[in-house]
């Protein structure tokens, strides 16, 4: 069986990785309300999270070849800190 030790900066990247992702599915919890006050239909609505999902698929490959180039450390602070600003509106 492999074991690969866990150290302080890999857990770091992967909390950073989860959060990044709560982004996403955070409005799951609260989409018949929005739907509700949008008067749209649930269907309609569950468009907000496929869509999101959808840009982070078709974005992916380019962010790792953006990422050879400035450097994956860079890119990683810059979406991190660029999530901050949307993340406080949305709270």
């Known amino acids: 069986m492999l074991s690969l030790p866990i150290t302080r900066r890999s857990f770091g990247v992967v909390l950073a990785g989860a959060a990044a992702f709560f982004?996403?599915?955070?409005p799951q919890a609260v989409l018949p309300q929005i739907a509700a006050d949008l008067g749209v239909s649930l269907h309609q609505i569950g468009w907000v999270i496929t869509v999101t999902t959808l840009a982070v698929a078709a974005i992916g490959p380019f962010a790792g070849a953006l990422a050879?180039?400035?450097g994956r450390k860079r890119l990683i602070v810059a979406g991190a800190?660029?999530?901050v600003v949307p993340t406080l509106l949305a709270a």
């Open 23 to 26: 982004d996403l599915y955070a």
């Open 68 to 70: 050879d180039v400035v």
């Open 81 to 83: 800190l660029a999530l």
